[in-house]
């Protein structure tokens, strides 16, 4: 899954980088039509289909697979594959087993099934669906139950798992698995940290201290002046701020690594700035490193927790003024830092 430009890790970078994929979902029809000029092999499914009536003779062109979850959208096919005879392409009928936004469901399936293989311009039929919970308590028992009966008889591939019935629900695996947090490393489970799962942190946001200020008890810092010091205590101004992607509503002692140790944030977040508390990092001064989330040890996952959001959240507000460097894998297993 690299949709929302790779999970906010850049779309062309993400690609080069799992170049090994068996194929690539997408949101947007350009980023498809982009990706499989690049990509001449590997199947791009683009995740919502199509919306207009020109649009699927560009997929017949491009050899795209939408995903079918409306009758409109099989009126539209219709048009299109008559007048692009003998193209064809590969389609993902969305049977909606619960989660209740696109799909198909009950008899609505076999009819759509069979209105699309009635099509000389669809080759191929892959029976997918999406789970609600897969990451919470209801898991997917009851959409697996009811995806299983919607489809029963239907000849196909089917499609099923996100992350976390991936790495929960080996049941759910069936023929293509769609993978999207866990390849960016952060973790689809609120209770389970990516370390534990295995997965390493893809995007590393780090900056530099740009002032350090020393406030006597009573003083404040920052918009709405919210945070007041108990005692004398020495803060950094950091250069990031929502403007960056970093969550405004981050509250006073959400984790951030000054010169590789842990601190908290204080007071409001501004477009390009922040404070944290360097009571604890006496060595803190202009200049020193400091890491929003990535490696040493600060996982996207957490900061998003404090901030009352997921990591998947964090990483698509990456704003585009951020300069990104790409590193590369590590020479040699166990050696060196993953980019
Ligand atoms: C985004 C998406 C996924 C991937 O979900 P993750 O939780 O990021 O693994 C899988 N399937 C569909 C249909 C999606 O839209």
Redesign the pocket.
């Known amino acids: 899954?690299v949709?929302a430009n790779a999970?906010g890790h850049g779309l062309e970078r993400s690609v080069r980088a799992l170049a090994a994929a068996d194929g690539y979902?997408v949101l947007e029809l350009a980023d498809a039509i982009r990706l499989r000029m690049a990509h001449p092999r590997q199947p791009v499914l683009l995740?919502e289909g199509f919306f207009r009536s020109e649009e699927p003779a560009l997929l017949l062109e491009h050899s795209i697979t939408p995903v079918i979850h409306s009758p409109e959208q099989i009126r539209m096919l219709v048009g299109a594959g008559r007048a692009a005879a003998p193209r064809s392409m590969e389609v993902y009928l969305k049977v909606n087993s619960g989660m209740n936004r696109l799909g198909f469901s009950g008899e609505a399936v076999g009819a759509a099934y069979r209105a699309l293989a009635a099509q000389a311009c669809v080759r191929r039929i892959t029976l997918?669906t999406?789970f609600a919970d897969a990451d919470g308590a209801a898991g997917v028992a009851a959409q697996l139950a009811r995806f299983e009966g919607d489809v029963a008889g239907l000849a196909g591939l089917r499609s099923l798992a996100?992350?976390?019935a991936l790495l929960r629900f080996a049941q759910t695996r069936a023929d293509w698995v769609?993978?999207?947090?866990?390849l960016y490393g952060g973790s689809?489970f609120a209770g389970r940290s990516a370390q534990e799962l295995g997965l390493r942190p893809v995007m590393h946001l780090s900056t530099e201290l740009i002032a350090v200020q020393s406030l006597a008890p009573g003083d404040r810092a920052g918009y709405g002046q919210s945070y007041v010091a108990a005692r004398p205590m020495r803060i950094g101004i950091v250069a990031c701020g929502y403007a960056d992607g970093y969550p405004r509503h981050a509250p006073n002692g959400t984790p951030v690594l000054v010169c590789g140790k842990r601190a908290g944030t204080v007071g409001r977040v501004s477009m390009d700035m922040m404070c944290v508390d360097l009571s604890a990092i006496p060595e803190a001064r202009i200049g020193s490193e400091v890491t929003l989330w990535g490696e040493g040890g600060l996982a996207a996952d957490e900061v998003a927790a404090a901030a009352g959001t997921v990591s998947?959240e964090l990483f698509c507000a990456l704003a585009e003024r951020v300069t990104v460097i790409e590193k590369g894998e590590p020479a040699a297993p166990g050696g060196g830092q993953g980019g």
């Open positions: 899954m949709k999970y979902a995740l997918m999406h996100n992350s976390a769609r993978p999207g947090i866990m689809p998947y």
